[in-house]
């Protein structure tokens, strides 16, 4: 009963816009900092964002800086990811995960270096003309 699911994938058109869901059971999310992370195919997962638990700080790769948003709310326990001005670089199946860490900037440099207590089964984004 313990998971994480994602939702809100799907296909969009370059600069269009997707909004991300994880949402968890069998745990509050309030506890928990959540990462944002991505693979495409051929390539490595890469972290995207992350948000903490304590205060809230937020955390985003440089590849997504200024386009994607990541949010929190712990009343109805799910996190965020809003997406804007998509690009075809961005496709990837998208996780979400709780870093043992917490956030920091590691995670979404070097997220193959944390552990992880839950990971979601992940939502396919396919952004193409």
């Known amino acids: 009963q313990v998971q994480l699911v994602e939702s809100g994938g799907g296909l969009v058109q370059p600069g269009g816009s997707l909004r991300l869901s994880c949402a968890a059971s069998g745990f509050t999310l309030d506890y928990y900092a959540i990462g944002w992370f991505r693979q495409a195919p051929g390539k490595e997962r890469e972290g995207v964002s992350c948000?903490?638990?304590?205060?809230?700080?937020?955390y985003y790769a440089d590849s997504v800086k200024g386009r994607f948003t990541i949010s929190r709310d712990n009343a109805k326990n799910t996190v965020y990811l809003q997406m804007n001005s998509l690009k075809p670089e961005d496709t990837a199946v998208y996780y979400c995960a709780t870093p043992q860490i917490g956030c920091s900037k590691v995670v979404v440099t070097t997220p193959l270096m944390i552990l992880y207590d839950y990971w979601g089964q992940g939502t396919q984004v396919t952004v193409s003309s």
């Open positions: 948000i903490s638990s304590s205060d809230g700080s937020t």
